[in-house]
């Protein structure tokens, strides 16, 4: 069974980070490129960020994130990560980790994470 499972959601003040985690089961990790979702209250989901497979070398990044944000991998621990810095209140959203079969469409999500920034 694939299992998603997200962690590290908190709330924070504006300026401040955070890590999420994402450890994966019941599927060969390293063989799928995998992606950061995020659905703020109210509205439609939104791409954040994709890793391909092989990991560091390839990673894609929406333009409202990209020079905060990091995506990265781990394939010996099944893990995808997501480093936010400098969080702003419009990054507050519920943060899903999502497996790739295409570019820009999932077949497996996470359950969300929550991520709430405000002062």
């Known amino acids: 069974e694939v299992q998603l499972v997200e962690s590290g959601g908190d709330m924070v003040q504006p300026g401040g980070s955070l890590r999420l985690s994402c450890a994966a089961s019941?599927?060969?990790?390293?063989?799928?490129?995998m992606s950061w979702v995020r659905q703020a209250p109210g509205k439609g989901p939104e791409w954040v960020s994709r890793i391909i497979m092989g990991g560091g070398e390839r990673q894609y990044y929406a333009d409202s994130v990209r020079g905060r944000f990091t995506i990265s991998r781990d394939n010996a621990k099944n893990t995808l990560y997501l480093q936010m810095n400098s969080l702003k209140p419009e990054d507050t959203a519920l943060y899903y980790c999502a497996r790739d079969f295409r570019v820009g469409a999932y077949d497996y999500w996470g359950q969300g994470n929550q991520v709430t920034v405000s002062a």
């Open positions: 019941g599927f060969s990790f390293s063989n799928y490129d």
